[in-house]
């Protein structure tokens, strides 16, 4: 199958080849494509910023269904799920393993900020497109997207009728998916859009304990868009959706068990040969990527979010006022058998609750004129509760471990509750002063101000009751085993029960500018500062680990955007580097907690170069390539990994942290890109009345994939091939489609196994894995 597809490749590239100079057929241009990373609609060719931009029909052609899809046609885009948080990176920046972090790479759906993360793990529903921004973003999004930002529209209701139905099945990991949209007016200035979306899938790990597949899924979502245009100077569009998300079990597998050492209760056994003589011969019965796992405990996860967003448009003479409202809001609860393994260990029950308010009023000044401008003020309230349960059931293996010593914890449990309330509010300008047609000058600034107030409180509970346990030896053991001080241990007279608040200020400014080397070509070159503020750690179990400090950002850019051949080939060039100050940093503790530190100094530099080309009338190729080099330039307090030794700083705890300085970062591969090619040709066949196959190719270099940069998990590099053909007609579309048709087996994530280093001994890791070789169908009909 790798064979066939790279042979298609080389097929399609010959075709390229074959281009007849004497062809006497009409020249086909590149299609303009509009964007509003600017905050109004203007060719993406025009904007000075380094973005990839997809329309619908490219998320269609691609099947691209959420983000982890994206990320395999947008070079320097990473994602990934974790064991309890969804990351999301951009040039190697993101935000690791913490409720209480803000997202490094803002998401904005429609104008309102989607930033918690697991808002991450929505699906793309009825999108109109969809725009990856690179580097800072500090001016027009604001709110911590110190990274980039990922900015998408939705379809809007239309005054013709339009109404789709979809149906996609992928029986290798039995997935079906039904879409719907209906879109048309109710009156001559009111249109309604109507869109669903039903999910389910089997899963493609699987659990020989239970003798099933994993992840189980089982999703839906409706919107409603409503476009009332009252008269020529007003319009306003409301947009209420509700998504549900249900999944069992875990795409993710023990992939390395290596023996204790000296010192621990069975020197010189693995993980799985000291949980078979505890009584547990099927707790782990290989360790190697091959798609099986094993696990006991049952795992799920629910997540509901509810979203309404109000968007008003008011023509003041040349000027627009727009105000944009916006309700988002989740609950998500997950059952989690976080040992990995088939044998009754520990789980861990999380309960998360969101809500925030925003709006938005800003102001546009028509363009055409010597200065253009628009401005405007920003407000956004949030609450989080955070809560969760690491949870030692009565028959935990723990009781059996150092000849019973550790019994007293079993049948209890340490929970955790966590409150963030944020205020903020901010205001921001940006204007462009054209010296003359081709030369163009760009000064913006954004002032934003946040309060924060958090808590956290730590308790040891009886699992039979849920009250406060009475056995005063839990308490104790659950802090000198685990490290998990709380309010009823004797050894931590402090208890566990902060607070804190913080206010802070940022001032973010940007300069750019752009010169047209002609009407084709255009240079940029900009620096501007992102700001991420700072915050209070939701997951560490020691009292040291509360309060992080901001993250600042300094980025500079130099561009060049081209149109050129014709207008049948498009090439963007982007140099950038950008420098961080306390980059923010979640590490595993090694024990059952992440702790969240400050990279002092943090370099990343690179080169991206993207674009389109017609190679001949219906071929039509997509390329993109980016080289990143991330690198810690003072980074002496990280967390170690698993029998690194020692040799940073002293940690608040007491105990010695180890030195990142010179390495890169998780997800920072050197090279990322991804090629595609799409024919399309006229035909008669069976009413079907075009033909049309696309072909896409993603490459990743080598990259680090292990939460506290274990060397042992610097994977190799890969390469994903997807196919896809389709007959078309004006109402009826089918499609047969390939998605990693060579295979390849990607490590998305990799950390220890919990406890199994520090109470067993062993070097055992788990790793999250990326979906195998997937086909499928696909069947559209346009009424």
């Known amino acids: 199958m790798k064979n066939m597809a790279l042979k298609s490749i080389f097929t399609l590239s010959a075709c390229a080849l074959a281009i007849n100079a004497a062809s006497a057929q009409e020249q086909v241009v590149l299609e303009v494509i509009e964007v509003t990373a600017q905050k109004r609609s203007e060719n993406a060719q025009d904007t000075p910023i380094s973005m990839n931009v997809l329309s619908a029909d ?15 046609s947008v070079p320097n885009l990473h994602m990934t799920e974790t064991g309890i948080s969804t990351q999301m990176f951009i040039r190697g920046i993101g935000t690791g393993n913490n409720q209480g972090f803000e997202q490094s790479v803002g998401q904005y759906i429609d104008g309102i900020h989607y930033g918690r993360q697991q808002l991450l793990r929505m699906p793309f529903l009825d999108l109109e497109r969809i725009e990856v921004l690179k580097g800072p973003q500090s001016i027009m999004f604001g709110k911590n997207s110190v990274a980039g930002a990922l900015n998408l529209s939705s379809a809007k209701p239309t005054q013709d009728t339009e109404i789709h139905l979809g149906l996609q099945y992928q029986p290798t990991i039995g997935a079906t998916e039904v879409t719907g949209m209906i879109s048309g007016a109710l009156t001559e200035t009111l249109s309604a859009r109507l869109a669903v979306r039903d999910y389910s899938e089997d899963g493609y790990i699987e659990n020989t304990y239970k003798d099933r597949n994993e992840t189980i899924r089982d999703e839906s979502a409706v919107r409603l868009s409503l476009l009332w245009e009252p008269s020529d100077t007003m319009n306003f569009l409301f947009k209420v959706e509700r998504d549900d998300f249900d999944g069992t079990g875990r795409q993710i597998e023990v992939i390395q068990d290596e023996p204790a050492l000296a010192g621990y209760p069975i020197p010189g056994a693995t993980f799985s040969e000291i949980l078979a003589i505890l009584g547990h011969p099927e707790a782990i019965t290989e360790s190697e990527l091959n798609y099986q796992r094993q696990a006991d405990a049952e795992e799920s996860n629910s997540n509901s979010l509810n979203n309404a967003t109000l968007t008003a448009n008011f023509a003041l003479g040349d000027y627009t006022l727009t105000s944009v409202s916006g309700f988002v809001s989740y609950d998500f609860v997950e059952s989690c058998d976080c040992d990995y393994t088939a044998a009754p260990i520990f789980s861990v029950f ?23 401008w628009l401005g405007g003020l920003f407000y956004q309230t949030s609450e989080l509760a955070f809560d969760d349960n690491i949870i030692i059931p009565t028959n935990s293996v723990l009781g059996l471990v150092s000849g019973g010593a550790l019994a007293p914890m079993t049948g209890q449990a340490a929970g955790r509750n966590y409150q963030l309330d944020t205020d903020m509010w901010s205001a921001f300008f940006q204007g462009r002063y054209h010296f003359t047609e081709d030369l163009t000058l760009t000064l913006g600034a954004r002032f934003t101000s946040e309060e924060k107030t958090s808590s956290r409180v730590m308790n040891i509970t009886d699992i039979s009751t849920g009250d406060i346990t009475q056995d005063p030896m839990a308490p104790a053991l659950f802090d000198a085993v685990f490290g998990i001080q709380s309010e009823q241990s004797p050894l931590s007279p402090q208890g566990h029960n902060l607070t804190g608040t913080r206010d802070e200020n940022s001032f973010t400014p940007l300069i750019n500018i752009s010169y047209k080397i002609d009407d084709k070509i255009m240079a940029y070159a900009s620096a501007t500062t992102g700001f991420k503020a700072g915050g209070f750690d939701a997951r560490a179990n020691n009292v040291n680990s509360w309060e992080f400090e901001e993250e600042e950002a300094t980025a500079y850019e130099l561009g060049l955007k081209s149109l050129i051949l014709d207008d049948t080939l498009e090439i963007n060039l982007a140099f950038y580097r950008t420098e961080y100050d306390n980059l923010q940093v979640s590490q595993f503790d090694g024990v059952l907690g992440f702790n969240v530190g400050n990279a002092k100094e943090t370099v990343v530099q690179g080169v991206e170069i993207d674009g389109r080309w017609i190679l001949l009338d219906g071929l039509s190729m997509q390329y993109g390539i980016a080289y990143l080099d991330h690198e810690y330039i003072d980074f002496t307090n990280g967390n170690c990994h698993s029998r690194q030794v020692p040799d940073g700083d002293m940690g608040a705890d007491g105990n010695q942290l180890c030195d990142y300085t010179g390495k890169s970062g998780q997800f920072t591969p050197k090279i990322t890109a991804s090629i595609g090619f799409d024919y399309f040709t006229d035909i008669s066949f069976l009413g079907f009345e075009y033909f049309r196959t696309t072909l896409g190719l993603y490459h990743s270099a080598k990259q680090n994939v292990d939460v506290n940069l274990n060397p042992l998990y610097e994977v190799d590099s890969y390469n994903k091939v997807d196919m896809r053909i389709a007959l078309e007609s004006e109402k009826w579309n089918i499609a047969l489609f390939g998605k990693n048709m060579t295979n390849a087996e990607v490590l998305t994530y990799v950390g220890n196994n919990p406890l199994s280093g520090s109470t067993f001994g062993t070097d055992t890791f788990y790793g999250f894995v990326d979906r195998p070789a997937v086909y499928g169908i696909q069947l559209d009909y346009n009424f």
């Open 350 to 372: 999380i309960d998360e609750e969101y809500q925030q308010f925003s709006q938005e009023i800003r102001l546009v000044s028509p363009v055409g004129e010597k200065f253009d």
């Open 58 to 72: 490219e998320i269609k052609e691609k099947s691209i269904e959420k983000i982890d899809d994206l990320q395999y």
